[in-house]
């Protein structure tokens, strides 16, 4: 996972524009950047360590060109140094490249490389590309030598090259993305759309094994494995600028907690037809598994127990790094139901390859309607919840949830008494995301800001929320943070549990409440601090989060106070809630 960006045309600031496209994308990795850009003939490079949000325009001063790719990267094979940032230079210093994504077998072609003489400076697979490049372009064009190292590349990637004496930019995916935004005689390149949604709201999206080269004005396009040139569709998105910005906000964070008033009620109104097939689909299917990673895999587990309990349907759960060792009961009956907000997750990525070798139909409930997940599942349900920036999934979460909630009420016939079940929770919303509820649980955040540990305990479909609970609160925070089956605290956990300890108790009104209370009762019994995430009070709690009665719904209610807590707890500890340390937006790494 990294950014990048691009810029080819009329405009003489082109590397000013991409420092400015990158910090759009700084999400997607911030410990380094760079741009590379075209100066007189000669290839310029710029490379820092740390984000590309701290640059000013006054702290360098780049000469005038209007061709420049830039790159901010999010570590994976070398440290965080100036030299292991992109751009990375061609032993030639003639071709320049930035690439996102993993070349496997770089070290196979690093030896055959390094036996014809190439020096490589870095630690990374993304200099072996540009040497690979400049190899073949010994003895074939620019655009045939990017040809024929793609083939080489073992992997995902998306890569934009320049060469020294070509006034042209190129660039190639595969699983990695890259939209190209197109302009009047003027084209952009990048990982996301929001990037250069201020100049153009036209785009082109890549696909796999596609070339496209920006020259004089013109954009072409060619399948790398068809060999062949193809003809693209331009087409003209609705996102609106602000969407993507933080406008008022301190951070994109609470931003996108805030939004939540709104984007459930966007998730819940989906095309019943849609969600009716999908529903059609699972009682045809001989198995289905819901699968997710992160935060999205703590979804897909919650929608096992929603399809348990309200469609009585037994759905298989499965992370996506985990998948693959199913693969043995996957035949052409199987459904595989992937839930990402990306629709970039390697990991979520491979899961659906493999299942598609088998035969198996995918469904895939994204966000971001462009990735590579939805363009290779079968089915989609967008989420509808606009760009998520901030690297802790808030908004995104809880429009999934409605969704898995949804198709378990369409699958037991009940699609209008789901979506009254929702829209009751989104209209609760209000209730929650004001200040006086914040402030509530500032005083919280304030009491625990420097605790060691804390654990979150939940049953029932809000087991999977006490697990994505913690994820919220180790991202942003950094405090040791555990989740727990309620029930299983007695079987060795408690041991954890000494004076003070927080322990987060999410109690809906279900009939798994009795149970947790006395679980909470065991935990209050050995020193800890009992925070009741609940509709009503109970005098095992030692502070109350008070959270509106929402039945089946209650997963959706119950994370947002948490989001809240997690978000507080960022801010009073100095970190920066957006941008987690060792953290990216996505995790296009397997
Ligand atoms: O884009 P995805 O939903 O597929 O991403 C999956 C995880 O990487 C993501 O949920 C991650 O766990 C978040 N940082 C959690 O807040």
Not at 83 to 100: D, R, Y
Not at 137 to 165: L, N, Q, W
Not at 465 to 470: G, K, N, V
Not at 479 to 493: D, N, Q, S, V
Request: net charge neutral.
């Amino acid at each position: 996972m990294c950014g990048i960006f691009a810029y080819s045309g009329p405009r003489n600031n082109a590397p000013l524009l991409v420092v400015e496209g990158l910090k759009c994308l700084e999400y997607r990795g911030y410990d380094s950047w760079g741009v590379a850009y075209q100066a007189k003939g000669d290839i310029k490079i710029y490379k820092k360590v740390g984000k590309i949000g701290d640059f000013k325009a006054k702290d360098h001063k780049f000469e005038t060109s209007s061709l420049a790719i830039g790159h901010s990267r999010w570590a994976t094979h070398g440290g965080v140094n100036r030299v292991n940032a992109h751009p990375h230079f061609s032993e030639n210093k003639e071709i320049v490249l930035v690439h996102n994504g993993i070349f496997e077998n770089y070290l196979d072609t690093k030896k055959f490389l390094e036996k014809k003489g190439h020096k490589f400076i870095s630690k990374t697979d993304t200099e072996v590309i540009a040497h690979l490049i400049e190899e073949h372009a010994k003895t074939h064009s620019f655009e045939d030598s990017v040809k024929m190292a793609i083939k080489e590349i073992e992997g995902r990637y998306a890569i934009v090259v320049i060469k020294e004496d070509e006034n042209k930019i190129i660039a190639a995916r595969k699983g990695s993305p890259l939209i190209i935004g197109v302009g009047k005689n003027e084209f952009f390149i990048a990982s996301d759309i929001p990037a250069f949604l201020k100049y153009t709201n036209k785009v082109i999206y890549l696909d796999d094994n596609q070339i496209c080269t920006v020259e004089n004005k013109k954009i072409s396009f060619f399948d790398n494995i068809k060999e062949e040139e193809v003809k693209k569709r331009i087409i003209e998105i609705e996102w609106d600028i602000e969407s993507a910005e933080k406008g008022e906000h301190p951070h994109f964070m609470i931003k996108e907690i805030i939004e939540q008033k709104d984007t459930l009620n966007r998730a819940i109104n989906q095309d019943p037809k849609v969600i009716e097939q999908v529903a059609k689909e699972i009682k045809k299917a001989f198995g289905t598994y819901f699968i997710g990673c992160g935060t999205a895999g703590k979804v897909a587990l919650v929608g096992e127990y929603l399809f348990a309990k309200i469609s009585k349907k037994h759905i298989n759960f499965a992370f996506g790094s985990e998948f693959p060792y199913h693969r043995q009961f996957l035949t052409n009956k199987t459904l595989l139901i992937a839930v990402s907000q990306s629709g970039e997750t390697a990991d979520t990525l491979e899961a659906i390859e493999i299942a598609k070798e088998k035969g198996v139909k995918i469904v895939s409930i994204v966000n971001v309607e462009s990735s590579t997940m939805a363009r290779i599942s079968d089915i989609v349900i967008p989420l509808k919840a606009g760009p998520e920036k901030a690297v802790a999934s808030t908004k995104a979460t809880t429009s999934q949830l409605a969704i898995l909630t949804l198709l378990a009420y369409a699958c037991n016939g009940g699609i209008l008494e789901g979506k009254h079940l929702l829209i009751n929770a989104a209209s609760q919303i209000n209730d929650m995301i004001n200040p006086r509820y914040e402030d509530h649980i500032m005083k919280l955040a304030r009491k625990i800001k420097n605790v060691e540990s804390m654990y979150i305990i939940g049953r029932g479909m809000n087991y999977p929320i006490a697990l994505e609970a913690a994820i919220k609160l180790q991202e942003v925070s950094y405090i040791h943070a555990e989740g727990f089956a309620g029930g299983e605290l007695k079987h060795g956990p408690i041991a954890l549990i000494s004076k003070d300890t927080p322990v987060i108790a999410l109690v809906a009104n279900d009939d798994c409440k009795n149970e947790i209370i006395s679980n909470a009762t065991e935990v209050k019994a050995r020193g800890g601090y009992i925070i009741g995430v609940s509709p009503e009070n109970h005098e095992v709690f030692d502070y109350w989060i008070r959270v509106p009665d929402a039945g089946n719904a209650s997963p959706i209610l119950n994370i947002i106070p948490i989001q809240i807590l997690a978000y507080q707890l960022a801010v009073l500890r100095k970190n920066n809630p957006d941008m987690p340390r060792n953290l990216a937006k996505s995790v296009t790494v397997k």
